[in-house]
């Protein structure tokens, strides 16, 4: 038997008081794209849902002094459609073009789809490859968390009881890019997704690198190993091979109904590859080029 009620939050104090009120029972709902399914599904019961939808604090996203903030409650839709962020974080703006189909991408919200958890959420590498910080509000008080360390496990958060996710903050980087690979172009849950930010000094090494992949750990990660491994290279002499093989340090794929472990990690740095291409400027072949044009001077000499 399914046990809800729903309480329309008129403002953002209400918000806190409902979820200090209902604590572990409270559940934050703005789109429900994700709740409504584990609803129907069986998943989800005995909830205080609490809808956010309609607080203005929570909205909109807004560029200041270098730095992005994004409401928890904006929809995907508005993430696909910024000019802000096509120029100042593309690497966010690309997943918003992927982000499931356009009927969902109106109602699904940046906060919903981090605070479900999904290791397959679209919106998680590439904030995760940004270095976002999230605000996180309760009753009487509130605290600054690193994206890094909000994801513990499959739907499993940092978030504590009577806690709310008021927005995304971030620095620009027109320097990024992500890539998703799904079953289909519409309404596919990620095979894989990589996500990648940069740095380049003058001579075109890179100085600072963020990697991020998802749907190939229990939790969208951040990959290290990758990123010491590329510090300080020329962007146009990347091995492909020794990226794969640091990678394979960062990543723990699973077999499932969409995709092999396999073919999982045979597609990561590949998808790697071409984040890390686009955001450094240029297309998988030229970034990547150093090896190959090593390997066919190898094979004519």
Not at 5 to 23: C, G, I, M, R, W
Not at 35 to 49: C, F, H, Q, S, T
Not at 136 to 165: C, M, Q, S, W
Request: net charge positive.
């Amino acid at each position: 038997m399914k046990d809800f009620a729903y309480h329309k939050a008129p403002d953002l104090k209400s918000v806190q008081q409902l979820l200090t009120e209902f604590a572990e029972h409270a559940l934050p709902v703005a789109g429900g794209s994700n709740v409504m399914v584990d609803i129907r599904n069986g998943r989800l019961n005995d909830r205080e849902l609490i809808g956010i939808s309609d607080i203005a604090e929570l909205q909109g996203l807004r560029f200041s002094r270098g730095k992005i903030i994004i409401g928890a409650a904006t929809k995907i839709s508005e993430i696909a459609v910024s000019q802000l962020l096509a120029a100042k974080a593309p690497a966010l703006w690309m997943a918003a073009q992927v982000f499931a189909d356009p009927i969902i991408r109106n109602s699904a919200t940046v906060g919903g789809n981090l605070a479900y958890a999904s290791p397959a959420a679209d919106l998680a590498p590439p904030l995760l490859a940004l270095n976002a910080d999230l605000l996180l509000l309760k009753k009487g008080g509130k605290r600054k968390l690193p994206l890094a360390d909000f994801f513990l496990g499959v739907n499993h958060t940092a978030l504590e009881p009577g806690e709310l996710i008021a927005s995304v903050e971030f620095a620009a980087n027109a320097r990024s890019a992500f890539y998703k690979l799904g079953l289909r172009n519409a309404m596919a849950i990620s095979i894989a997704t990589a996500a990648a930010a940069v740095k380049r000094v003058r001579d075109g090494s890179i100085s600072e690198i963020r990697l991020a992949m998802g749907s190939v750990a229990p939790r969208p990660v951040r990959c290290l190993h990758a990123e010491q491994f590329l510090l300080g290279k020329q962007a146009l002499h990347i091995d492909p091979e020794a990226l794969a093989q640091a990678l394979v340090w960062d990543i723990s794929p699973i077999d499932d109904i969409r995709a092999s472990a396999v073919y999982r990690r045979a597609m990561a740095p590949v998808l790697m590859q071409r984040a890390i291409a686009r955001a450094c400027g240029g297309c998988a072949d030229e970034v990547f080029a150093g090896k190959k044009s090593a390997d066919e001077g190898r094979a004519g000499a």
